[in-house]
């Protein structure tokens, strides 16, 4: 019997769909990490162009913070050293499917 998936992964994962679909509209030949691991979720190629993207699910901040000028706010992830050296983009998807490339 397989242990069901916790929420927040089911929701990288289709985080994760939609970037490749978004992608793939854009033109691009889209070629998945299947190790889920390393500084790249996608590698995608169009034409000569070659791009590497990690995907992030859209999270904002909550009500519950105390400076209220944050709330609602996207929350935007940093780059480890290894993805700056190799130009990694972030496709950041919120939960109606929209991506935004950063």
Do not use: W
């Not at 069901?4 to 070629?31: C, D, R, W």
């Not at 998945?32 to 904002?60: C, H, T, W």
Request: charged share 30%.
């Amino acid at each position: 019997m397989m242990t069901p998936t916790p929420l927040t992964h089911l929701k990288g994962n289709v985080s994760h769909q939609m970037a490749i679909l978004y992608l793939a509209e854009q033109g691009y030949i889209v070629f998945d990490n299947i190790y889920k691991i390393g500084p790249v979720d996608l590698v995608a190629m169009r034409e000569k162009e070659i791009e590497l993207f990690d995907v992030k699910s859209v999270q904002r901040y909550s009500d519950d913070i105390k400076t209220s000028r944050h709330k609602g706010r996207m929350i935007y992830r940093m780059k480890n050293d290894r993805q700056k050296e190799l130009g990694v983009k972030f496709i950041y998807v919120d939960d109606e499917g929209s991506c935004k490339i950063v």
